[in-house]
């Protein structure tokens, strides 16, 4: 089994932070990209940033500048800072994980439980 643990989600005003963390545990050879997405009410999931095994990074327009993606040394804990929040980044924060269990097996997307971000006044 794999498990994606996030954790660090919340009500904030506008302007303020919050670090998003997520963590991979279980049975893993290992770990390719992972990334978070985002899903507000009414639309569809979304790339927030993602990172990559040798630590690239990729991030959606909406968020350059303003959140930063970044991996721990062991490569199974992935952060999203996010700093100058607004408004319109509100919504449910999925981790995400591309894994190989086995040496042998295929690469597959793992995905943690969500966690709220709400961003108001």
């Known amino acids: 089994q794999v498990q994606l643990v996030e954790s660090g989600g919340g009500l904030v005003q506008p302007g303020g932070s919050l670090r998003l963390s997520c963590a991979a545990s279980g049975s893993i050879f290992r770990i390719n990209a992972m990334g978070w997405y985002r899903q507000a009410p009414g639309k569809q999931r979304e790339l927030v940033a993602t990172?990559?095994?040798?630590?690239?990074?990729n991030y959606a327009d909406s968020v350059k500048g303003r959140f930063t993606i970044s991996r721990g040394n062991a490569s199974n804990t992935v952060w999203l800072q996010m700093n100058s929040l607004k408004p319109e980044d509100t919504a449910v924060y999925y981790c995400n994980a591309e894994i190989r269990r086995m040496s042998w097996s295929r690469v597959n997307d793992y995905w943690g439980q969500g966690t709220q971000v709400t961003v108001s006044s």
């Open positions: 990172i990559a095994n040798g630590e690239s990074t």
